[in-house]
């Protein structure tokens, strides 16, 4: 059985950091291409950063520099760091794993809550 656990979100202020994990079991996790994604109601799933298999990153958004994906084969996880948060940055953040392109298909966790307000 596939699953994926998020966990790390919360509450902070703006200007803090968070760190989001994402563990994955059920899965050869190293064959997977992973990313991170933010879902705000009424609104569609974007994606924030995504890393291959073989742990490249490609910040498609200049600024979206304030967050670094990175992951670690031998835990079977794969994190999110966020820093200098903003309030728009609020949002349900999801993991997906995927063998071709994440966001596409693939397994999905069930979402960690993240919210910058002071």
């Known amino acids: 059985q596939v699953q994926l656990v998020e966990s790390g979100g919360g509450l902070v202020q703006p200007g803090g950091s968070l760190r989001l994990s994402c563990a994955a079991s059920?899965?050869?996790?190293?064959?997977?291409?992973m990313g991170w994604f933010r879902q705000a109601p009424w609104k569609q799933r974007e994606l924030v950063e995504a890393?291959?298999?073989?742990?490249?990153?490609n910040y498609a958004d200049s600024g979206k520099v304030r967050f670094t994906i990175s992951r670690d084969n031998a835990k079977n996880t794969v994190y999110l760091q966020m820093n200098s948060l903003k309030p728009e940055d609020t949002d349900v953040y999801y993991c997906?794993?995927?063998?071709?392109?994440?966001?596409?298909?693939?397994?999905w966790g069930q979402g960690t809550q993240v919210t910058v307000s002071s």
């Open positions: 997906n794993a995927d063998l071709r392109v994440p966001g596409r298909g693939g397994h």
């Open positions: 890393i291959t298999s073989a742990g490249s990153t």
């Open positions: 059920g899965i050869r996790f190293s064959f997977y291409n």
